[in-house]
C-alpha cells in the first residue's frame, strides 16, 4: 500500500497550479465583492497573498482518488453502503504485521513535522479510470442543478458514490463550480483555505478570502453571521476558532442541519488533528494547515456524503446491528474484558452500525464521536490492508487530546476498534483482538453478523395489522369499515418507512427501505424531510414539540416525541389520517416488543 | 468601525435605501445612498451598512444570480433585503432581542418595506423615474425622506418602532380585508358603485369603499386595491381620522406620534450641503408628504380636504396596473369612506372639474351612500365580528390579496408559547413556499411544549393558519375542529374530502 510519503511527493501528473488570481469575470467574480467591502475602507485587507501557492511543494494535486474497481456502493440495507472497497487486496495483507503508519504523534502545540502526521493515509495512488465510475455521480448525486430542469430523468442512476473528492479542476470562475448544489469550505481566519468540497484549494484562495472578508466584516460590528439567504441558496457560517467553516448549499435543508454538519465536519477535522490546532494559528495566523489533512480527502467526501444517507447525523443517535440479545451480550462481555484490561473504549462495528460496545468506567462515548470514528475508519483504505494503531481525537470526548485506535477488519464489514490513551499499547491491544477473534469465531458471531447484513433490519411489511386489536390500540374506536390494507404499496395503510429513536440509549432504528422509496434519489429525498421535521420538532428555545403531522405532495409524515423515544413516520400522501396513527402505535409497539434484539441494551455505563 | 455602533443608543432599527447604479468610483461611495434612518448616523456607519449589503448582494448572486442576498441572520441582527426597482434596495436591519419580544418573522418585515415602497410609487412614481429626472439624486432623496419617515412614525410606539414581532403573526401585511356583505346590502353597494363609477361623465372613474377600517367594495385591481386600501385605512377612514384614539385595524394599532414635526422637511438626510455631489435640492422645489400625520380632515361637504399637496389642491395617485395618474377624492359618510379616483387625463380645468365631479357625487349619490351606510351598519357585528370562539386564525387568499383574522383584542388571549409557535411555523411556511413555483398544497398540524396545537393549512392559493389552546388532545380532534372551520367559514376550502 502506499506510503504516507507518495501523498507530499510533487505530482507527475501535469496539473498545472492555476493563475493565483482566478478573476476572469469581474463582473460577478468573488474579488469584488472584497473590493466592494474594501471600498468602503470597511473590510479589513485579506492576509492572503497571491504567492501563497508557493508554499506548497504538491499536496492535493491528484487527479481524482476514486478508486477504478467501481464496485462500491449500491442500495441496500437502509442506505447507500460502501462495500468491498479495494476488498482482495485487503485480504492479502490481513497478516502483515504491526506496521504503524508514520507513527509521529502530534503533541499539543507541537508542529507537526512531516504533513501527514495524522499518522494514517488516505486513499492515494489508484487512479487508474476515475473518469469513467463517477459518471453516473455527475448527475444523481452531485449535485449540479439542471437549469429549467427539474430532472428526475436521472432518478435511475443508482448512485455509485465513490469517495475522494471530485471536480478539481473547477475553482469559482467556473460556472459549474458555481452550479454544484452544495459546497463546504474551512477556512483559517486569516482567509487560507483549508478544505473545498469541490475545486482544488490553491485555486480558491481569492474565494476564500471573500469568505474570510465576509465573516470579519460582520464581526467587527461586533455580531456573528451565522446565515445568508437568496432565493434557494443559503450560505451557512460557522466559526470555531480560528477556523472558520462554510456551506453554500441550494438543497432545500434546514438552516440548522446545515450548521450540524458544519460541526461535524469540524468534529471530523479535530478528530484528526485535535485541537491544539488552534495553538499552531496562535503561534502563526498565516499557518498553513492543507499539508495537515493531506490524504483526508475521502474522509470528508465520506462524511459529507453521510449527510444525505445517515439518519445518525441529525438525529444524534448510532444504531446497531439487529442481533439476537445472547449474542450481543456474549460479545458486550468480552469487550467488557478488553476495556477491563486497561483500554478506554471497545467497539466491534459492522459498517457504520454497532455490534457492540463497551468503554471503561465513567468514561462515555457520544454518538457524534461514533459517528465521526466510524467515518473515519470506513472511509480510510489503509485500515482496511492491516491492523492499524492510529492516534485520533475525540472530539466530544476531549477535544484536547489524541487517544490511540487500534483498528482491525475481521472481514470488509466487521471490523474492531480499540481506544486507548497508552501510545505504547499496541502490542496489549493486539492481544486483544487476538483473543477477541478467537471468541467471535469459536461463537460463530461472526457469521451470525454477516448473515443479519444480508437479511437487514426492520421492514415496514412485517408491522402488523391486528384488526382485532383496532378498536383497543386506538382510542378513537373507528369502527367503520377497514379501508384497503393495501394503499399504495410498503406497509399496511400507506407506511413506507420510520425511524425510532430511543432517547434513553441515544439509539436508533430505521426500517429497510420498501418500495416505493427505492431509488438513492427517492431515499435522500425521504431523509431531508424528516430532517425538517427533526428541525421543525426541535425548534430552539421553545421545542420539543410533542406531535406533528405534516402532509405535502410527496408524503404523509407523522412524528412523536415522548420523553422515552422518537417516533418518524413516513407515509403515503394520501394516507388516511386515523389510520396513519393507529399504524405509529404499532410499530412503537413492534420496536418495543423487539427492542432486545435492535439496541444494545445498557450494558455499558452510557451517561451523557 | 463597522456597525460596532449596532447596539449604542435605543433606537435598534436601520433602514436604508441604496441604488447598486450609482457611485461605483472610489470616493463616491456616499452617492449610492439614497435614504438612511436613522439619519444622524455617520457616513462612516451608514457605508458599512451599505457596503456590507452591496457585497453580500454581488457575493449570492455568484451562486444564485436569479435571487440575490434576501436575508443575513447574524447573531443579534436581521438584515431583511427588498429590491424594490431593478439595482434598487431596500434593506432593513433590526436588533433581536428575546427579552424584549423582539422576535421577527422576516417575510413580515419585507411586506413592511414593500409596502413602504409600494405607497411612494403611488403618490411620487418610481425611485428611479425620479433618479432620472434629476440625476444628482437630490430630488428623490428629499422625497423619500419625508415619506420614509413619516411612514416609520406611524410604527413608533413610545420610543420605539414597533415592527411586526410574532405577536402579529395572525396578520399579513399588505393585504386587504374585507367586509362581508348581507345579499340585499351587496345589491345596494353594486348601486352606488355604479353611480361613482359614471360620475365624471363619460370617463370611467373608479371607486374603493370602505366600512371602518374594512373592504367593501373596489374597482381596481388587487395590487392597486392594496394600495389603496392601506392608505385609506392609515389617513382615510374614520379611525384614521380620529388620530389618537386607538385603531381596532388588524394591522395598525397604537396611537399615532407625529415625530418628524421636530426635523424640518426640508432638512436632506445627508446632512447640509457641501459634503454632496447633489445639489441641494435647489431645483426640487416644495416637498410634498402625502403620510404627513394630522393633515386630513372632513369638510363641509363631506369631502375630506387637506392641505398636503396646498390649499384647494387635490392629490393624485398612480395607478399601477394602467400606469395612469387619478385624482383622488374622499368622500366620507359616518362610517363609510368612498375613494373615488378620477383619470387626470379626464380634467381639463383642473379644480374646477374636480368641484363638478364632487358635486355630482354629493347630487347623484347621497341618497345611495345614505342608505348602504344604513344597510352595513345594521348588518355590522363590531370589532369583533370576525370572531370565531374557540379559534384564533388568519386567512389568506393569495390570489385576491384579502385576508381576514381573529381580531387583535382576541388574539392576544394566546399565550406567548402558542404565538412563538405559530410564528416558527408560519416562517417554515414561508421557507416552502419560497421553494417551489407552484402553489404549494400542504397540511402541518403541530402540537407544540404547551398543547396547544398550531396548524397551517395551504391550498390553492389560499392559506389558512390557526392556535387551538382548549383543543382537546388528540390530532384526529385538531383535524376535526379545522375541518368545521373549514366547512363553515372557507366555503370548505381547506377541507379533505
Known sequence: MATSDSSSSPSSSGTEFADPNPSTDPETNSERVQSQLESMNLSQPSEVSDGSHTEYSGGDDDDDV?????????????????????????????????????????????????????????????????????????????????????????????????????????????????????????????????????????????????????????????????????????????????????????????????????????????????????????????????????????????????????????????????????????????????????????????????????????????????????????????????????????????????????VHFFDDDTYVILLTTRSDAFHHLKDCRVRLEDVLLKSNILSVVQRSIAEGGMRVEDVPIDRRRRSSTTNQGQDTAVPDVSVGTGGPFGLWHFMYRSIYLDQYISSEFSPP???????????????????????????????????????????????????????????????????????????????????????????? | MGMASMSSGSESLRLCVFDLRRGQHEGQELDKILFFYPPDLTFSTQLSVIGLSEGLITFTRLFSPDAACEVIEAERHSHVFYEAEPDIWMVMVVEKNKEIEAVWRIDALRRVLKEVHSLFVMFQGSIRALLEKEPTGGLIRSHLYPFITDYLNDLFVGKKHQLPSFRETLTERGTVQMLTLARDAALEVQSLVGVLDSCAGTVRCHSVILFHDLLVSTTLSPDDTVDVFAFSVMRLTTNALSSGTSSWSYLRKGSVTPQISSRSTSVLPLGSGGTLPSGNGSSTGRVIRPLQHDKWSKGKDGFLVTDIWGIDATPTILIQKTQERFYLLTYQYKSLTLVLLVPTAAIVNGELDISFVKQQVIENASAKILKVEEKLSKGWGGENAYHVSGYRYLLVDNDMEVSRASPPGKVATLAKESLLALNKLREEVDTEKGRSKQEKDMEIC???????WVIARLNRGKELYMALEKASETLLDATDSVQRFSNRYCSGAFSMD
Open chain 1, 66 to 406: 476514486a478508486s477504478a474497481n467501481g464496485n462500491e456502493g449500491g442500495v441496500s440495507n437502509g442506505g447507500l453502503v460502501r462495500e468491498g472497497v479495494a476488498g482482495t487486496s485487503g485480504e492479502e495483507e490481513m497478516e502483515v504485521s504491526l506496521r504503524v503508519e508514520n507513527p509521529v504523534e502530534m503533541e499539543a502545540g507541537e508542529e507537526p513535522p512531516s504533513p501527514t502526521s495524522s499518522g494514517y493515509d488516505g486513499e492515494r495512488g489508484s487512479s487508474g479510470g476515475a473518469t469513467s465510475t463517477y459518471k453516473a455521480d455527475d448527475v444523481s448525486e452531485d449535485e449540479i442543478r439542471e437549469a429549467n430542469v427539474d430532472g428526475d430523468t436521472a432518478s435511475q442512476h443508482e448512485a455509485a458514490w465513490l469517495p475522494g473528492k471530485r471536480h478539481v479542476d473547477e475553482d469559482d470562475a467556473s460556472m459549474s463550480w458555481r452550479k454544484r448544489k452544495k459546497h463546504f469550505f474551512i477556512l483559517s481566519n486569516s482567509g487560507k483555505p483549508i478544505y473545498s468540497r469541490y475545486g482544488d484549494e490553491h485555486k480558491l484562495a481569492g474565494f476564500s478570502a471573500t469568505l474570510q472578508a465576509i465573516i470579519s466584516f460582520v464581526e467587527n460590528g461586533g455580531d456573528r453571521v451565522n446565515l445568508v439567504k437568496a432565493g434557494k441558496h443559503q450560505v451557512v457560517f460557522l466559526v470555531k476558532g480560528p477556523i472558520y467553516l462554510v456551506c453554500i448549499s441550494c438543497t432545500d435543508e434546514t438552516y440548522e442541519y446545515l450548521r450540524g454538519q458544519l460541526d461535524l465536519l469540524y468534529g471530523q477535522m479535530i478528530l484528526i488533528l485535535t485541537k491544539s490546532i488552534d495553538r499552531c494559528f496562535e503561534k502563526n495566523a498565516k499557518f498553513d494547515m492543507t499539508p495537515l489533512l493531506g490524504g483526508t480527502d475521502a474522509v470528508f467526501s465520506s462524511l459529507v456524503h453521510s449527510f444525505s444517507w445517515n439518519p445518525a447525523t441529525f438525529l444524534h443517535a448510532y444504531t446497531c446491528l439487529p442481533l439476537p440479545y445472547a449474542l450481543r451480550q456474549a460479545t458486550g462481555t468480552i469487550l467488557q474484558d478488553v476495556c477491563a484490561s486497561g483500554v478506554l473504549f471497545s467497539l466491534l462495528m459492522c459498517r457504520h452500525k454497532v455490534v457492540s460496545l463497551t468503554g471503561a468506567q465513567k468514561a462515555s462515548l457520544h454518538p457524534d464521536d461514533l459517528l465521526l470514528l466510524s467515518n473515519f475508519v470506513m472511509s480510510s483504505e489503509s485500515f482496511r490492508t492491516s491492523e492499524s494503531f492510529s492516534p485520533i481525537c475525540l472530539p466530544r470526548y476531549n477535544a484536547q487530546a489524541f487517544l490511540h485506535a487500534y
Open chain 1, 517 to 608: 422509496v427505492t431509488s438513492h434519489r427517492q431515499q435522500k429525498s425521504l431523509y431531508r424531510a424528516y430532517q425538517k421535521l427533526y428541525a421543525s420538532m426541535h425548534v430552539k428555545g421553545l421545542g420539543p414539540h410533542k406531535t406533528q403531522y405534516r402532509r405535502d405532495e410527496n408524503y404523509t409524515l407523522l412524528c412523536w416525541v415522548t420523553p422515552d423515544f422518537e417516533l418518524y413516520a413516513a407515509f403515503d400522501p394520501l394516507a388516511d389520517k386515523a389510520m396513519a396513527i393507529k399504524i405509529c402505535n404499532q410499530v412503537c409497539q413492534r420496536v418495543k416488543d423487539v427492542e432486545n434484539e435492535v439496541f444494545l441494551q445498557g450494558a455499558s455505563p452510557f451517561s451523557w
Open chain 2, 446 to 452: 403541530i402540537r407544540a411544549k404547551n398543547n396547544t
